[in-house]
């Protein structure tokens, strides 16, 4: 049981480049999200997906973009890196049935320290 | 709005020592309240949640809804609780966590 995993772990970008941060989760979780941490800001949220399917935006969702075909995965995409990306995002899943003791908690991955130079 | 406030960023106290992370949220509804821990090379974790009452690793918090704060409290302080802790918001429905700006916690020998 992996729990959920990113990759890259690290990478770096130039002005304009495109990429895809990968997550998976290995739960059976209809619940994924993915954040970014930046000093002194806290997580904010980039976009969420309560199921297969749908997705929808966060808090700050521009500059980004989210697929969401099976339940395990839920990559990331920035069209047009900007030096503003530069930042460590997160993946995360949660429990989504009625065990009211184990919704909401959610489990991360390690992070991916992005750099758009 | 769904927000949540940790308005220190640095906190640091002397082993043994009381420590008290401060944590306050706004929300129209009932909120459901958790606190995060990242250690040093470790990845974000649940440390402890509102509504399981318990105590992890000497940690409590507790909900007062008349002052909208989630306050995590630890009498005693170990060089071990040394990281950043997160206060998180989740709103109904079950999805949508909104943290924190975090506060690193500091313990010195």
């Known amino acids: 049981n992996a729990g959920v995993t990113q990759t890259p772990k690290f990478r770096i970008l130039k002005i304009g480049q495109s990429m895809t941060l990968q997550c998976a989760q290995d739960?059976?979780?209809?619940?994924m999200y993915w954040y970014r941490q930046d000093p002194g800001m806290g997580l904010k949220l980039i976009y969420y997906?309560?199921?297969?399917?749908?997705?929808d935006k966060g808090e700050v969702p521009n500059g980004y973009n989210v697929s969401r075909s099976t339940t395990e995965d839920f990559p990331l995409r920035l069209e047009l890196a900007a030096p503003s990306q530069t930042s460590v995002y997160f993946c995360a899943s949660s429990y989504s049935g009625g065990d009211v003791g184990k919704a909401g908690e959610l489990f991360f991955g390690e992070g991916s320290r992005l750099t758009v130079l | 709005a769904q927000r949540v406030t940790q308005p220190e960023k640095l906190l640091s106290v002397f082993k043994g020592a009381p420590v008290e992370l401060k944590c306050n949220y706004s929300y129209s509804g009932s909120p459901e309240l958790f606190w995060y821990v990242q250690y040093s090379r470790q990845r974000l974790q649940l440390l402890l949640r509102h509504i399981s009452r318990e105590s992890i690793k000497g940690f409590t918090a507790d909900l007062n809804k008349g002052e909208t704060s989630f306050h995590l409290k630890k009498p005693f302080a170990q060089e071990e609780d040394s990281a950043m802790y997160y206060c998180?918001?989740?709103?109904?429905?079950?999805?949508?966590?909104?943290f924190g700006a975090g506060t690193r916690l500091f313990v010195k020998a």
């Open positions: 998180a918001s989740l709103g109904t429905g079950g999805f949508k966590t909104i």
């Open positions: 997906s309560v199921g297969a399917g749908i997705t």
């Open positions: 739960m059976n979780h209809n619940y």
